[in-house]
């Protein structure tokens, strides 16, 4: 990888931490804003504000792999991979109706934007790393 897509790599992973950690800790403090109108269950919000956790934890994760993404190349896969099932099961639910389709939007700004970058990342890293 250059020097110049090192830097770019290494900026959209601390990007993509910085996004997920206070993502996380919105989600964590304020779940009901992820309802859309909906009534929440005591059981949904505690459901949700462990999503924020995890979102907030994969956040420190893309921090590590800010640091060295051709090493850390798995750790920006796993995220990929979270980011395309993500709206993928959204859409699942939202063609049955069980989700509003306005809840998109949070598949948009949290998943959708990072696949190309991630994905950008992964490639390069990988390329890298196999023999010419």
Excluded at 2 to 17: D, E, F, G, N
Excluded at 45 to 73: E, H, K, N, Q, T
């Amino acid at each position: 990888m250059s020097v110049t897509k090192l830097k770019y790599a290494r900026l959209i992973m601390l990007l993509a931490a910085a996004y997920n950690i206070f993502w996380g800790l919105v989600i964590s403090a304020y779940p009901q804003i992820l309802l859309f109108g909906n009534p929440p269950t005591d059981f949904l919000l505690i459901i949700l504000r462990c999503v924020g956790m995890l979102v907030g934890v994969y956040g420190i994760a893309y921090y590590f792999a800010s640091r060295d993404p051709v090493a850390y190349w798995p750790l920006i896969l796993v995220g990929w991979i979270g980011k395309l099932l993500g709206p993928i099961g959204s859409v699942y639910y939202i063609v049955l109706g069980k989700l509003s389709p306005a809840f998109f939007w949070v598949n948009v700004w949290n998943d959708i934007i990072w696949l190309l970058p991630f994905g950008w990342i992964i490639y390069t890293a990988v390329k890298k790393r196999l023999p010419n």
